[in-house]
């Protein structure tokens, strides 16, 4: 179990709990129940919290509060913390297309993760993943955790753009691409699905904690997913409890 | 509703205004103006709130009428701009009656120029924003023959004034705090940087910015496999290759590249403005000193109306001079006493 979170500094009007320095699932757990428990208390000053995979980042404005005073709350807090328990409330099941045209950095990963390109996709789909956290882009999932030999690092140089609802890796975690920005991620599928619509009325559609298994397709099965705009990607969301 | 009209436009022209402050929750970063300093001048001397939209303005400008009369200023990047042909300086309340054109060109210093119509541009808002943000597909890059809605000037003949700029637009020393990640580079990595010479690449945009400079990279060892983290506008991110990126307004709300440090807002706008070439250097302050240089909106902007002062105009400034009544009043002296 992680122990003694650090309290950092993040900006002049924020200070970052980190729980832990390496991803784990216990990590992960302690930082969205403590999210959860930062959103659910009143503290003077504070304007925002927001979750990563292993920290929580508490938003104060410095015209009303200040950081010592913030510090101390938090340590307040930390005192009654505990990790939710709850499974997933819903999970997704979202088809992802796997051929060269699709998944152009596939086989390098898999070579990284010392696996074949076929045991590569059997183990992308065979596993449910969780939601660890949201961000970089509005509505992006960082979807955790992918066995340990898929720790591979991020490439070193940058993939200036990847198609919306890319299956990118790194660091034993996959993420549905909802950006047009620079990756250090590689590309080893495609899905047809808006992590993000804006037009709508509910325009995230993960929350953390959810759970989502990819199913693979053919190429010529993913066009015509992707041609067929009644449906999210063919995504079905089932939801748990 | 009045309009203005946007018959040419420069590539990165966008609505913009102080942003979405609450979302990073979600993965949405505040956006909202790549110097929002010049909101709030822009502000000041129009007397409008700071949260009202403008028109941003990335490295070229565009040309401009409207179909009702409004004060505007131009602040942020020094832009040639003028009238029908009449030169504008920025950083003066200015009007733009029906049937004139607006020409704005490229920016001499700086990067990021704004146009700020007195009663604001009055787009529809989306959750509570007029700002556009680009990576999260909110809004969109503006275009030759778009049409914005803009408040009626509610005060169109207030004394005109202008304000000095706050000098921010050919780069320097940028004053950095520790972040969660500092700890991570070696104390000689850190010294490196500090003492490095880095200009403002030519490779940047509402995002980032990347730095060039000569010699090692700033790297940690593990570096590509730290975990992915809470990021912030200002943080100094470095890539795989040793290269640091300074985190904008519309940058990502996680990231994974190791982070060196965090700009202070207070010289943000200097890192915005930094047109490419610009050099810059770094310093490190401590938490302590960095948490004294907040300023509350409300503060900066008082500060900014102080320093405000009425226009008087020159007459060398007025283009044509022989078209107004300069004498007007002026009688025989006998006109009462006539029949």
Redesign the interface.
């Known amino acids: 179990m992680p122990t003694d979170p650090?309290l950092?500094?993040?900006?002049?009007?924020?200070i970052?709990v980190?729980f832990?320095?390496?991803?784990s699932e216990a990590a992960n757990a302690q930082a969205l129940a403590f999210?959860d428990q930062m959103q659910n208390v009143q503290i003077d000053g504070v304007?925002?919290?927001?979750?990563?995979?292993?920290?929580v980042?508490i938003?104060f404005?410095?015209?009303q509060t200040?950081?010592a005073a913030v510090m101390q709350a938090i340590r307040g807090q930390l005192g009654s913390a505990g990790a939710s328990t709850d499974g997933p409330r819903r999970i997704w099941r979202i088809p992802a297309a796997f051929g060269p045209d699709y998944a152009p950095q596939l086989a390098e990963a898999a070579t990284l993760a010392g696996i074949s390109r076929d045991r590569a996709i059997a183990e992308i789909t065979g596993q449910i993943t969780r939601v660890i956290?949201?961000?970089?882009?509005?509505?992006?999932p960082?979807l955790g955790m992918l066995p340990d030999h898929w720790?591979i690092?991020?490439?070193?140089?940058?993939t200036d753009h990847l198609p919306r609802g890319a299956l990118i890796c790194?660091?034993r975690?996959l993420i549905i691409w909802?950006?047009?920005?620079p990756t250090?991620w590689r590309h080893i599928g495609q899905t047809a699905f808006r992590v993000?619509l804006?037009e709508t009325g509910t325009?995230?559609a993960f929350e953390p904690g959810d759970a989502v298994q990819f199913t693979p397709v053919s190429d010529s099965a993913f066009q015509a997913i992707k041609a067929d705009s009644s449906t999210n990607g063919g995504a079905r969301c089932e939801v748990l409890r | 509703m009045p309009f203005l009209n946007i018959h040419s436009a420069g590539p990165g022209l966008t609505v913009q205004d102080l942003g979405r402050p609450g979302w990073k929750a979600q993965g949405l970063s505040t956006g909202g103006a790549a110097d929002r300093l010049a909101l709030f001048e822009a502000s000041a001397i129009l007397g409008g709130a700071p949260d009202q939209a403008v028109i941003e303005m990335m490295g070229f400008g565009g040309s401009f009428s409207c179909d009702a009369p409004t004060r505007f200023t131009l602040t942020g990047a020094q832009m040639q701009a003028d009238i029908d042909g009449v030169r504008l300086t920025p950083y003066k309340t200015q009007i733009l009656r029906p049937g004139e054109k607006l020409t704005i060109g490229g920016a001499k210093s700086g990067v990021y120029g704004y146009l700020a119509l007195a009663g604001g541009i009055t787009t529809p808002p989306i959750l509570q924003s007029r700002a556009t943000h680009l990576t999260a597909g909110i809004g969109k890059r503006l275009e030759s023959g778009d049409r914005l809605p803009f408040a009626t000037d509610p005060d169109l003949l207030s004394p005109p004034c202008k304000l000095t700029p706050q000098d921010r637009f050919g780069g320097g020393q940028i004053r950095v705090m520790p972040g969660p990640q500092t700890g991570f580079f070696a104390t000689d990595t850190l010294a490196d940087f500090t003492q490095t010479d880095f200009t403002r690449s030519a490779r940047g945009n509402r995002q980032g910015i990347r730095l060039d400079y000569d010699g090692n990279g700033f790297p940690i060892s593990g570096g590509l496999s730290i975990v992915s983290d809470l990021i912030v506008p200002g943080d100094i991110q470095m890539t795989g290759d040793g290269i640091p990126y300074v985190l904008l307004a519309e940058c990502q709300t996680i990231g994974g590249y190791p982070r060196i440090g965090s700009v202070i807002p207070a010289d943000l706008p200097t890192i915005a403005q930094a047109g490419p070439g610009a050099a810059l250097q770094f310093t490190f302050l401590s938490v302590e000193e960095a948490d004294v240089t907040a300023q509350s909106d409300h503060v900066l902007l008082a500060q900014l109306r102080s320093n405000c002062v009425p226009m008087i105009r020159d007459p060398h400034d007025i283009g044509d001079l022989l078209s107004y009544q300069l004498i007007s009043g002026v009688t025989s002296g006998d006109d009462l006493e006539r029949p």
């Open positions: 650090e950092l500094p993040l900006g002049i009007d924020g970052l980190r832990a320095q390496v991803l999210k304007t925002e919290v927001a979750s990563s995979l292993t920290s980042r938003g404005d410095p015209a200040t950081r956290a949201i961000g970089f882009a509005p509505g992006q960082y720790d690092p991020r490439q070193s140089n940058l790194a660091v975690q909802g950006a047009d920005a250090g993000y804006p325009p995230f």
